[in-house]
């Protein structure tokens, strides 16, 4: 009977634990170099491109929201734009990958729309991304 009633607590101490893992939130956060002086071939790329697979993505749930915030490029940090992506919990997110694919395959067929031309490599650099859990969040949209 004791052993019973221990192996009920450890079991229900792990589902909770994998519960919480579960439904933190998480962002991807991409720190993107704009070459070569191609700020509006860039920004072109990002808001048709980039913004209208999320807000299919958010339309569909698939996601919890997006910014696309501006930098100055310094000593420190040798990026221009973080691209977030906001997701519910890690399980959305490991869903992304295919859902943001049939979203491109959707809305893309005949591939990303570009100004001047150019292509994504010609006009910016994806430097690295990190995955984070969110821990405090507010109301960033309130007035």
Not at 61 to 86: H, P, Q, V
Request: hydrophobic share 40%.
């Amino acid at each position: 009977m004791n052993k019973f009633t221990v192996f009920l607590v450890i079991v229900c101490l792990c589902s909770t634990v994998t519960l919480a893992q579960r439904s933190a939130p998480v962002a991807i956060v991409d720190f993107v170099k704009i070459l070569n002086g191609r700020q509006q071939e860039a920004i072109f790329y990002y808001e048709n491109n980039w913004k209208v697979y999320r807000e299919v993505a958010l339309e569909k749930g698939y996601i919890k929201g997006y910014k696309l915030m501006r930098t100055a490029s310094d000593s420190t940090a040798n990026f221009d734009l973080m691209l977030i992506t906001e997701y519910t919990d890690s399980l959305q997110y490991n869903l992304s990958e295919e859902r943001f694919q049939q979203i491109i395959k959707d809305r893309s067929p005949n591939g990303s729309k570009l100004l001047n031309d150019y292509k994504p490599g010609d006009f910016r650099k994806n430097l690295f991304f990190k995955k984070s859990r969110i821990l405090l969040e507010g109301g960033l949209n309130r007035k």
